[in-house]
């Protein structure tokens, strides 16, 4: 299998990434780094840690390298909404039968062999085997879920499903399509989030065809209902699959960084990339460790350490503490854990 790790700017997590990996799987498997602006240097150091893996740049790397000196330099806003769909697609489509499509700030906590889950998954048809869901309970009461062997198998309860024209109206409300179930008391406001029990962000293990499926439409930016679309649509021919999680979550994100301000800006006078520019340099000249207080989070006080130093108008630990919390308030609203 192979594990592929969308990677931005941020190498003092993308080493922990990493590192988390080698120290808790077992398996035959390939990490490939697939790169959208993380400095030449930066990059170069990464790979002579882990010679092994392999390092991909998108066709707009030099674009975004040159975003990143205009933003240290003058403050220029970094676009973080285009991005490298089609390195993602190819590379996975090139890719063994089973892949991981994660991102540098994700890591392993527990031992997993790959070996075993990709083959439980191929014995049993499963798409998609979640390692990680942020603690995430709540939506557990749109599906069945099972014991099922050495996963829990997740099935979705009555969701409407249909071919992808159909969903497409569904998921876009055209034609008031979905405006006219919700009148009907087919749909309501919480009705689309269930289909998130079909795909992961982070943190999924898929059967390769499965993600093509999913992402097949991407044109350089992020569109989850197009996503959801396709995932419906797929799920509507094979409604047979199993989808299923890990007993136990193995995969763990961040709500203390972000690779750009573009999908979180909270109107505080803070600058997350001020912040990992800080952070990237202490990291690069070793005084920052990667893999401090794991296999938690970076601890509050260590990166209070490191912005105290550099004592930047633009990063003060007091506003990067503000950001934070909003950004965790953001994903607690809608049921993830994440103070743990």
């Not at 840690?49 to 330099?73: C, H, M, R, V």
């Amino acid at each position: 299998m192979d594990i592929i790790i969308k990677s931005f700017n941020r190498p003092f997590y993308l080493d922990r990434c990493i590192a988390s990996i080698l120290e808790n799987t077992k398996g035959d498997f390939k990490i490939f780094v697939l790169d959208d602006g993380t400095p030449t240097q930066y990059l170069e150091k990464i790979q002579q840690k882990y010679p092994s893996i392999s390092i991909l740049k998108s066709k707009q790397y030099p674009k975004k390298i040159k975003a990143i000196e205009q933003n240290i330099t003058s403050g220029k806003k970094i676009d973080g909404f285009t991005i490298p769909t089609d390195l993602w697609y190819n590379q996975v489509k090139k890719a063994s039968d089973y892949v991981l499509v994660t991102e540098d700030d994700v890591w392993m906590t527990k031992p997993i062999n790959f070996d075993t889950l990709t083959s439980e998954m191929q014995k049993s048809k499963i798409p998609l085997l979640k390692l990680g869901w942020l603690g995430n309970y709540s939506d557990d009461k749109n599906c069945e879920v099972n014991n099922f062997g050495i996963f829990d198998s997740v099935i979705p309860k009555k969701m409407f499903t249909s071919s992808q024209f159909v969903m497409d109206l569904f998921m876009y409300n055209k034609y008031k399509f979905f405006t006219i179930l919700y009148k009907l008391g087919i749909a309501d406001n919480t009705t689309k989030r269930k289909y998130w029990a079909l795909n992961s962000i982070l943190m999924g293990l898929y059967q390769k065809d499965y993600w093509l499926q999913i992402w097949k439409d991407a044109r350089g930016k992020v569109d989850e209902k197009q996503q959801l679309r396709n995932a419906a649509a797929w799920y509507h021919n094979n409604k047979k699959a199993i989808f299923a999680r890990t007993k136990q979550e193995v995969l763990k994100t961040t709500f203390k960084s972000s690779a750009t301000g573009s999908y979180h800006e909270y109107g505080n006078n803070f600058d997350v990339n001020r912040m990992n520019f800080i952070i990237n340099e202490a990291w690069y000249t070793d005084k920052f460790n990667a893999m401090e207080n794991y296999p938690k989070d970076f601890s509050d006080d260590y990166i209070k350490t490191f912005l105290d130093q550099a004592n930047h108008p633009d990063a003060q630990y007091s506003e990067w503490k503000k950001w934070s919390e909003k950004f965790k308030t953001q994903y607690r609203n809608l049921g993830a854990e994440v103070d743990n």
